[in-house]
């Protein structure tokens, strides 16, 4: 046992797990089924009755530094055989929220992003930052040559833009993990059980490995349909992400070794083939994380802001996407803006809306849901590490 | 008719005889009405009584005497009420007696048994083991006559037993009676049934034979069981090294029964005694979420988890698998006090299912009964002289039915002096 140690309750903290997503945690009676109903809870480190308990008592510090309510892929096999209909599952999806917003930097926007009377301002501010953009494209002088687009945005005043962004971004990023990871880390040598069974390396080999097969998941049984929709998604977004940075590449670093730039690809460039078929699974997979939100709450889980704006601009972001990219071939490339037709004047607008959508889904990445994909792979990489999964070191 | 008012019983059980002899004994006409064809109810299948251990047969006597004397109770086993009209101060009961198909000619000699040639599933052993169609129900069945499972016996047809009875006790020809009768009052004491099991997901009762009920339980350790008091697997006879008691089994569950059943934590620790009693090596794990044991039974708690063959694992048992066909099972449960899950292996599971009201489709002419969200009937019904008692009412023990039953008698005895 470990000594005893002043309890911090914070009343603030409970009160936000209530009014986001956990309103039945205090029906919690700890009788732990959902421990082991979990099919992903395992021996030492069972969850999520500890985590409710850590809720109801309002310990933030404990649930802040706990990689297991990472380990929950949100299945509700806890919600759906909890006698007392607590819904393990709402309450992870909760904390989870928490976490992304305790660690993100900066903290202000963490908080307009998870209350709807900050939503104008949320949807707005991009617009403005874009149309400033474009304002000073006007200054900085006229297109390149790159087809129809690019008349509107330059692709250097697009990269310059969207790499400044991401830069930021990532460093956000990287700043909230690394307290996520000492957060974990210090926890555990806390308690005296900072015990790493498996180098860093191959821990994030095996977690990656998890990613890709979607393997969690599949232990999940009362929504066998959740895997297929975030399988889709998930590559979906990967495949749109390889070419993203493939057309980067094509445009800027190539060039460079003499190779002559392909962009804009057409219909039968092998990338803008694995473009489309990435967005009718980024697509497919949105919707049928819509639809099962919507159909079913009492297995699927309730549904919060925060996973209706990042499935919404997942969603809006691939469908305002293809739409330009089908206003791009319908146009003729050498046509300049100034002869633009009405049908141009929409495809403008598309696009305009398309690229605010993604500068949000970028620029939000650390405050919003998107957050999930760094803080549960790291949350998985710590849990092979230090083998929270129940591995001693020869089995890892 | 000793002219102090009538009142009906519906139930046989501890309640609805301490209603009965209670009502009787303070002058007034009673007519007790039992399904089956025995009385005693539920504490007739029970091996001991919790705290003191002692046996149930032992209070059953005293009371099956008190109505054998008693000159204004009337009886009806296997019969069942149909149907009540009226109101406040006179209700018109039709009570509808099924054929026992043995008159009281029966002097229990058991020739009949022999001759009969159809095997039935033993509902008092809860179908553990069989009876012929022509059974005495158990040794101390009261009214000690046989009784004929009309669904199970062939008829005249066949008609052995007829020719094989000494006493010319046996009629097959004998038709189903509807009675009439007038009351004053009427006490539901329809008692409970053990929750289904089978419902709950995970626990694999009634797909794995060596997982049992806690009144199954009871008929093993009872001398008249069906292993003759010897507590074995049903799976394959074997003795048992370890056992593990199953709280809240379909009970404080949303998903099955709501209410908390009050008693089977009780049941439990007292079945550990049985175990213990038996096999002195065996391991016993009790899994549960919280022990009820209120007030002086706190004692009976506090010595069970001195022994040190019990084991107890805060921590509800949610999931049952087999480790081979009929062999011994794995329980799987979070051991919330130090944060592990575990896997305990175990010969035997004894799931401590609650207690469910049972149905009894009465119609009532112009009114009904009220129920709580449970399905047990309120304190208060709207209906004057129409009342609940004991377990009908909400799960308690033995001793709480003997005094809730008594109540229910006196306030049985305010509609007849009206």
Redesign the interface.
Known sequence: MPDPYPVKPDREFLHRILDEGGENVKKCFQCATCSVVCNLSTGENPFPRKEMIWAQWGLKDRLMADPDVWRCHQCNDCSTKCPRGARPGDVLAAIRQQTVQHYAVPQVLAQWLSQVKYLPLVLLAPVILMAMALAARGLLGKSSHYGFFAELFPHWLLIAFFSTITTAVAAGVVMGVWRFWQGMKAADEASGGYKPVLGLVPSVINTVKAILTHEKFGQCTTQASRRMAHLLVFYGFLALFIVTIWAVIDLYLNPLIGIKAMYPFDWMHPMKILANLGTIALIAGCVMVIRDRLKNEEEYGGSTLFDWTFVGLLLAVAVTGFLTQIFRFAADPHERLAEMTALGNVAFTVYFVHLVLVFDLLVYLPYSKFAHIVYRTVALVYSEHTGRDGKTAEEA | MSGNGKILVIGGGISGMTAAIEASEAGCDVVLVEKNPYLGGRVAQMNQYFPKLCPPSCGLEINLRRIRTSPSIRCLTTAEVEKIAGGPGSYQVTVRQQPRGVNNKCTACGACVEACPVERPNQYNLGMDTTKAIYLPFEMAYPVQFAIDGEACTGSECGKCVEACPYQAIDLEMKAETIEIEVQAVIWATGWEPYDASQI??LGFGTYPNVINNLMMERLASLDGPTAGKIQRPGDEKEITSVAFVQ?AGS?????QKHCSGVCCMGSLKQTRYVRDQYPDAEIHVFY?DIRSPGRLEDFYAAVQEDEKVHFIK?????ITEESPGGDLLV???D?LS???ITQKVNLVVLATGLVPTDAAISIEGGELQRDEHGFLTADQPMAGLLGAGCAKRPVDVAACVRDATGAALKALQNCVK
């Open positions: 997901d995970g809240c404080r569950d949303e998903n099955y979420i921590g509800k048992a949610a999931k799987e449960a979070e919330t944060g592990r899950r």
